[in-house]
């Protein structure tokens, strides 16, 4: 199964798999044990397949979607002991995504605005790196260009993540 999949596309036997790429790069500083804030950018790449097998049709290769863009966010922790804390992050972001076809031909790109929710647990992992597991909700929204409909994406899921410290 791929991270995403859409049954029942254009026919019964049809199915529309999306598998997901997400990179994050964010840079932040505590203010007290408790508290900081972060700014970072956001990239996700998400390529699409088609798959229908009443037509003997395989993973035959869509396009992808392409998400990116800067982020602000603020963070909160709180220790448990010496080397692991519960943690939450809080962050709006201004994101452009866009469709590029099985040809390499590009849609004109989306402006649209989001917030991200995260909550989890982090583990240090020696002086200058932590892991973190947690659980992550994502919501994008912003009319689409040359229209006035609106379009929301909406992501949730657990996250792995690991952490410079310096």
Same mark, same amino acid.
């Given at each position: 199964?791929?991270?995403?999949?859409?049954?029942?596309?254009?026919?019964?036997?049809?199915?529309?798999?999306?598998?997901?790429?997400?990179?994050?790069?964010?840079?932040?500083?505590?203010?007290?044990?408790?508290?900081?804030?972060?700014?970072?950018?956001?990239?996700?790449?998400?390529?699409?397949?088609?798959?229908?097998?009443?037509?003997?049709?395989?993973? !035959?290769?869509?396009?992808?979607?392409?998400?990116? *863009?800067?982020?602000?966010? %603020?963070?909160?922790? /709180?220790? +448990? &002991?010496?080397?692991?804390?519960?943690?939450?992050?809080?962050?709006?972001?201004?994101?452009?995504?866009?469709?590029?076809?099985?040809?390499? !031909?590009?849609?004109?790109?989306?402006?649209?605005? *989001?917030?991200?929710?995260? %909550?989890?647990?982090? /583990?240090? +992992? &020696?002086?200058?790196?932590?892991?973190?597991?947690?659980?992550?909700?994502?919501?994008?929204?912003?009319?689409?260009?040359?229209?006035?409909? !609106?379009?929301?994406?909406?992501?949730?899921?657990?996250?792995?993540?690991?952490? %410079?410290?310096?």
């Amino acid at each position: 199964m791929k991270d995403y999949e859409s049954h029942n596309w254009s026919s019964p036997t049809d199915t529309v798999a999306v598998e997901r790429t997400d990179v994050d790069v964010t840079m932040g500083v505590m203010f007290t044990r408790y508290f900081g804030m972060f700014v970072g950018y956001k990239n996700i790449d998400a390529p699409l397949t088609y798959t229908d097998p009443a037509l003997g049709i395989s993973n !035959v290769v869509l396009g992808k979607i392409t998400m990116k *863009g800067p982020g602000i966010g %603020l963070l909160a922790s /709180v220790p +448990l &002991g010496s080397s692991a804390a519960i943690y939450g992050n809080l962050a709006v972001m201004k994101i452009q995504d866009q469709f590029t076809n099985a040809a390499g !031909v590009a849609s004109t790109a989306n402006d649209k605005a *989001g917030g991200s929710l995260e %909550l989890g647990l982090a /583990v240090a +992992l &020696g002086n200058h790196f932590s892991s973190t597991l947690g659980y992550k909700v994502q919501v994008f929204s912003g009319e689409l260009t040359n229209s006035t409909d !609106v379009e929301t994406n909406t992501f949730k899921g657990a996250t792995l993540g690991l952490n %410079l410290i310096f």
